[in-house]
C-alpha cells in the first residue's frame, strides 16, 4: 500500500523559512510520475503550489515564485519544498500528492488522478 509521508510543517513569523518533505512509500514500481504540494485554507478552494515531475519540469503558483523551490529525489521518491520569505498568506494545510498518469501540466491543475495518492497534510502557520 502507498503512503505519503509528510513533515516539515510549523509555525514561524513572517520572512521566516520552512522546509517539508514528502516521501513516498512503496512506489518504487513507476520510473515516471510527478509529484508536488497543494494547499488548502478553510473556506477556499484547493490550490497547487508547486509540482515537479521525473524529467525535472516545474510548475509554481504565481505568488511563489522566487520564494518556494520544489525538488524531487527520484531514488527515494522524496520531494522537498523550501519555502523562503513566508508571509501570512501562505497559513494553510499543506498536502503532499504523486501521480504516474498525469502530466505534470495536468497534476498541477487537477491533482493526481484516481490512481494517485495523497498525504495526511501538514500544517504551516505564518504569523504577522
Known amino acids: 500500500q502507498v503512503q505519503l509521508v509528510e513533515s516539515g510543517g510549523g509555525s514561524v513569523e513572517a520572512g521566516g523559512s520552512l522546509r517539508l518533505s514528502c516521501t513516498a512509500s512503496?512506489?518504487?514500481?513507476?520510473?515516471?510520475?510527478?509529484m508536488g504540494w497543494f494547499r488548502r485554507v478553510p473556506g477556499k478552494e484547493r490550490e497547487a503550489v508547486a509540482v515537479?515531475?521525473?524529467?525535472?519540469?516545474?510548475m509554481y503558483e504565481e505568488s511563489v515564485k522566487g520564494r518556494f523551490t520544489i525538488s524531487l529525489d527520484n531514488a527515494k521518491v522524496t520531494t522537498n519544498l523550501q519555502m523562503d520569505n513566508l508571509k501570512p498568506e501562505d497559513t494553510a494545510l499543506y498536502y503532499c500528492?504523486?501521480?504516474?498518469?498525469?502530466?505534470?501540466?495536468?497534476?498541477?491543475?487537477?491533482?493526481?488522478?484516481?490512481?494517485?495518492?495523497w498525504g495526511q497534510g501538514t500544517q504551516v502557520t505564518v504569523s504577522s
Open positions: 500528492a504523486i501521480d504516474n498518469v498525469r502530466p505534470v501540466g495536468d497534476f498541477y491543475i487537477a491533482g493526481p488522478s484516481r490512481l494517485g495518492y
Open positions: 512503496q512506489y518504487t514500481t513507476y520510473r515516471v510520475y510527478s
Open positions: 515537479i515531475d521525473t524529467d525535472g519540469g516545474t
